[in-house]
């Protein structure tokens, strides 16, 4: 399939960038059965004043105890002969704002106490957090049983109760998140800025917590309605004559069994009424979720999906490569828009070789290096389309258990940030003896011995002390040489390096790169280095392979590449890199911006931005061609600075 006829598509199904609220919503089946039962309920309970219902508080003995569907009495009468269709609709309205109105209160109450006492800290935060613990030291249900036996029975004086005793769990959530807002970059800029406590906490801080509180409270309404019907079923709720779904419920428990359904409609309706709240709370929280309102309309799966047409399946190149990614393509789709982050992309491994993937920041190399072992996140993203061959083993084709058998075993990685790949909360020796124990039946003590040799292997000093280190406790260049020595746990067949170096100072990354060439020579293992510094390139790799857009548009040697680049976004990356001893050298940057992948022109995606760009360069697909022994480039007019090719 062309470029252009794959972008093309991209452009019919773009419809819009992100889904909308309502779609999120709908796509939940659950929350959106919740939602239609809920307004249902909402408008009826709204409705009451003017539908056309008798008066509930009004008692007629000659009618008690009517069954349901009677004559004038759809859902028939209580022991007072009360129609209960009319009792049902008013006590769902008294219910509903009874628990939406405790709600609101502790919200309110809960997440300023938790901003204020995470934010400030100290003998504040200590004073309203003691006061937090002391409420909480009580069943909460007792809490309320004794604030109403305070206060006296009714129903204001339930919904005081019920709203302090959940007061507590809104503090404890908001302070928690507070107190790790309060410690971010944006929250010391504000202060600089010179912006008070106050507009810190609530113009900084709230908008960030926000989303929390919604969540909180679209899970606690329903639990709300279920503690106040509570308090009324004892009868220190609603008083008679006034009708509430748990005073119906406690005035029918006398006569469940001669009368059942005077029980039995009031309970349905707070079941209902409580299941609808809840899925509608579900619903809610997945629609907050950034990672869904980016397009994932599902949380992401544990492989990469892949929906490549079984007819289509390239076969091997037939080369003696370890690793053989073949016309490999990758699609993002946010809403209705489909992202080509990879168009077809060949890559060729071959044992003990070191192939660099350079391009700019967003070409499509770190998404092509998790195709081959399926780590792109499902949804958004998926494989369209193309193989990758591990020693002839097509790797899409493989089972899942297969998969997580290759991963760390035979296929590893190293990712950019080290500390972000280290679990916190576990000491380096720990994480680092799972990756052994996954894959090899070790003893404890072989498996602690092996730890300590890879830590020595990687060149860490006093290696059974660092075992019992947390990733924090290191350094940024001990991290990396970690997860390393992880990559080198089960003698992986082939390393892939996904711009390990980049937040490294000069002489780490230089001492990582040295580190990485001299075990691949030891260990004959293959490395597939991502990179967009050339420098780097040159310190490492036997081949390069330049990416664009998606694509390749050059691959060769490294020397030769360096010295005579054909395509011109690899001549314009090389300008780019300062050389040490020639202050003089002018280094040029690439003037506009990659095209996005949801709409890329047709021709050569770089034509734009080259300065060697004709008419022809925009028709048509433009294939990668030989330019030489083992060199290819995508251009119809490559630059060419050595006359004698």
């Not at 072989?446 to 660092?466: G, H």
């Not at 330019?627 to 995508?634: D, E, H, K």
């Amino acid at each position: 399939m062309t470029n252009a006829a794959i972008s093309g598509k991209g452009r019919q199904a773009g419809k819009s960038a992100r889904p909308g609220t309502l779609s999120l919503l709908l796509n939940n089946t659950l929350a959106t059965a919740g939602l239609i039962i809920l307004i249902a309920v909402c408008l009826l309970a709204l409705a009451a004043p003017v539908l056309p219902l008798l008066n509930p508080d009004v008692t007629a003995p000659a009618n008690r105890l009517l069954p349901i569907f009677s004559a004038g009495h759809l859902l028939g009468t209580d022991h007072l002969g009360r129609d209960l269709l009319s009792r049902l609709i008013w006590g769902t309205r008294v219910s509903l704002a009874v628990g939406v109105s405790a709600t609101i209160i502790a919200a309110v109450f809960g997440s300023v106490l938790g901003l204020v006492a995470g934010y400030a800290g100290g003998r504040t935060d200590t004073v309203i957090m003691r006061g937090i613990d002391m409420v909480m030291a009580f069943p909460y249900i007792l809490l309320a049983l004794a604030i109403v036996a305070v206060l006296g029975p009714g129903l204001l004086n339930a919904l005081y109760a019920i709203a302090l005793v959940n007061i507590p769990f809104f503090a404890r959530n908001i302070r928690g998140i507070t107190l790790g807002l309060s410690r971010r970059e944006f929250v010391d800029a504000a202060r600089l800025s010179g912006k008070s406590p106050a507009q810190i906490l609530f113009v900084e801080i709230l908008p960030n917590v926000l989303p929390v509180i919604v969540i909180t409270m679209s899970t606690t309404v329903g639990w709300m309605i279920l503690e106040t019907a509570g308090l009324s079923f004892l009868g220190l709720g609603a008083q008679p004559p006034q009708a509430d779904l748990g005073s119906m419920l406690g005035e029918g428990r006398k006569i469940l069994f001669t009368a059942p359904h005077v029980s039995i409609v009031p309970g349905v309706m707070i079941f209902v009424l409580v299941m609808a709240i809840n899925l509608l709370g579900d619903g809610v929280r997945d629609i907050l979720d950034p990672r869904l309102r980016a397009g994932s309309l599902t949380r992401p799966v544990a492989r990469t999906a892949v929906l490549r047409n079984p007819a289509d399946v390239p076969a091997p190149s037939g080369d003696e490569n370890i690793l053989d990614v073949r016309r490999l393509r990758t699609e993002f789709q946010i809403g209705g828009t489909v992202y080509h982050a990879v168009g077809g992309v060949d890559l060729a491994l071959r044992q003990g070789e070191c192939l660099g993937i350079v391009g700019e920041s967003g070409s499509g190399k770190s998404v092509t290096a998790m195709s081959i072992m399926g780590l792109v996140p499902t949804p958004p993203g998926r494989i369209a389309g193309g193989a990758a061959y591990l020693e002839g083993e097509d790797l899409f084709a493989a089972s899942d258990r297969r998969i997580r058998d290759l991963r760390g075993g035979s296929v590893a990685y190293v990712f950019q940030d080290p500390l972000s790949t280290l679990h916190p909360l576990f000491t380096v020796g720990n994480q680092l003896e799972e990756a052994i124990r996954t894959h090899q039946p070790l003893s404890r003590a072989q498996t602690r011995q092996k730890a300590i040799e890879l830590l020595s292997l990687v060149r860490i000093p006093n290696p059974k002390e660092r075992l019992t280190a947390y990733p924090h406790e290191l350094s940024g260049g001990m991290r990396q040489r970690i997860c390393i020595a992880m990559a080198l746990a089960n003698d992986a067949r082939v390393l892939i390096a996904d711009e390990p170096t980049t937040a490294l100072d000069v002489t780490v990354q230089s001492q990582i790169l040295t580190l990485m060439n001299g075990l691949r020579r030891e260990r004959n293992a293959a490395i597939l280095f991502i990179t967009h510094d050339f420098g780097v390139v040159s310190a490492i790799c036997d081949r390069i392979a330049v990416m664009y857009a998606g694509r390749i548009v050059e691959t060769g040697k490294t020397d030769d590449i360096l010295a005579n680049p054909q395509h011109p976004y690899t001549a314009k990356l090389i300008e780019c890199v300062p050389v040490l001893g020639e202050p003089e050298r002018r280094l040029d940057a690439i003037e506009g911006r990659p095209p996005v992948v949801n709409d890329l022109p047709d021709g050569c995606a770089f034509a734009d931005r080259c300065p060697h760009a004709q008419s022809l360069c925009r028709t048509g697909d433009i294939e990668l061609v030989a330019a030489g022994a083992n060199r290819s480039v995508r251009c119809l007019f490559p630059v060419n600075t050595d006359p004698s090719t």
